[in-house]
């Protein structure tokens, strides 16, 4: 069986009758909502990006985790925290993605955590620099039940891996895949599904095909390409790639550049996911790297009740009627990868 296929088939077996009534309600009120420039919000969250640590052993440069840039405090999630939101959420929730910022295997619960929601059968998925992946670690990952594992490589040599992943290792990055691999096959796993994903920049855009046959040879299940985001991008940089295909950002005639995506004043996301800070903030988007958008705290109230509160309607109400004034909207690009 195709691996994509396979992979596709284990995120629908997770499907239940509760989940896919759940699922409907959160559609129904997205299109009623971009109709009727009424947001309503019918239902609970099918996915939610839970951020272990904010904490990260590289210093990429358009990362806050590597820059040390932060306004927020540096942290790592409690277990407590992280259990009380799942058995909240288990009868909905299809989707968990362990990562916003920083490097999720640095907490030391972090496998613990993705046993716990595998166990409630929910999809889950990280992404990693792969770095801890060490023998002991890639087993313990295997048996967590984690479904998704998504390994940034950047460079199929050590000099362009480095010039964007600055201080990490290249070598270390393709040993902890091989560990994975030879431990989903010791145990005959076929989970986590392994992802090399490529962020496509100009200082390694000419080792696209590399990384794909790199891939093939470690029997990686799959490549994304992904699209980067700059957060000084009107001038120009010199990670922009020149390739087009992987570019968010357009050159106009002034020399000066800008998104190509048109910014529309809706957003799916807003209806049917959310992320959650170490220190358990509830923000809109992965796209609010410091949390300015608080909805509100976990440990102050249930998450159901958040989800439905009128700060986060008021949100979505601003979202629907002007996107372009919110802030980290401005910077958005739907599409941002494309897969090989």
């Not at 009623?32 to 969250?45: A, D, E, W």
């Amino acid at each position: 069986m195709n691996r994509n296929v396979a992979d596709g088939l284990n995120f629908v077996s997770k499907l239940t009758v509760n989940r896919a009534w759940n699922a409907s309600r959160v559609v129904f009120s997205y299109i009623y909502s971009r109709l009727t420039g009424n947001p309503k919000i019918v239902g609970l969250p099918i996915s939610i990006s839970f951020e272990p640590t904010t904490s990260c052993n590289l210093r990429c440069p358009e990362c806050p985790s590597g820059l040390r840039s932060f306004s927020r405090p540096t942290g790592m999630l409690q277990e407590r925290l992280f259990k009380e939101i799942i058995d909240e959420l288990e009868d909905t929730l299809m989707y968990l993605l362990f990562y916003f910022q920083g490097e999720p295997f640095l907490h030391t619960k972090f496998l613990d955590m993705v046993q716990y929601a595998s166990e409630k059968n929910i999809y889950t998925a990280t992404s990693t620099n792969a770095h801890y992946l060490t023998d002991d670690v890639a087993r313990k990952t295997v048996e967590s039940g984690l479904d998704r594992l998504i390994v940034s490589i950047d460079g199929t040599t050590q000099e362009t891996y480095q010039s964007y992943r600055v201080g990490g290792k290249l070598d270390k990055v393709i040993e902890g895949t091989k560990n994975i691999i030879k431990w989903k096959k010791a145990l005959k796993s076929r989970t986590p599904h392994v992802v090399f994903q490529f962020l496509v920049v100009k200082p390694n855009e000419h080792q696209i095909e590399e990384v794909k046959a790199l891939a093939k040879r470690l029997e990686v299940d799959e490549v994304g390409l992904k699209t980067a985001q700059i957060y000084e991008y009107e001038h120009g940089s010199k990670l922009i790639p020149t390739i087009d295909k992987y570019s968010r950002y357009r050159k106009k005639a002034d020399g000066t550049y800008a998104i190509k995506s048109k910014l529309l004043n809706h957003c799916w996301k807003m209806w049917h996911s959310c992320v959650i800070t170490w220190d358990g903030k509830v923000v809109p988007c992965c796209f609010d790297k410091d949390a300015h958008h608080e909805m509100g705290q976990l440990q102050e109230t249930s998450f159901t009740e958040l989800w439905n509160s009128p700060t986060y309607n008021s949100f979505r109400k601003a979202l629907v009627k002007s996107r372009s004034k919110i802030e980290m909207c401005r910077n958005c690009t739907e599409g941002t990868k494309v897969w090989a």
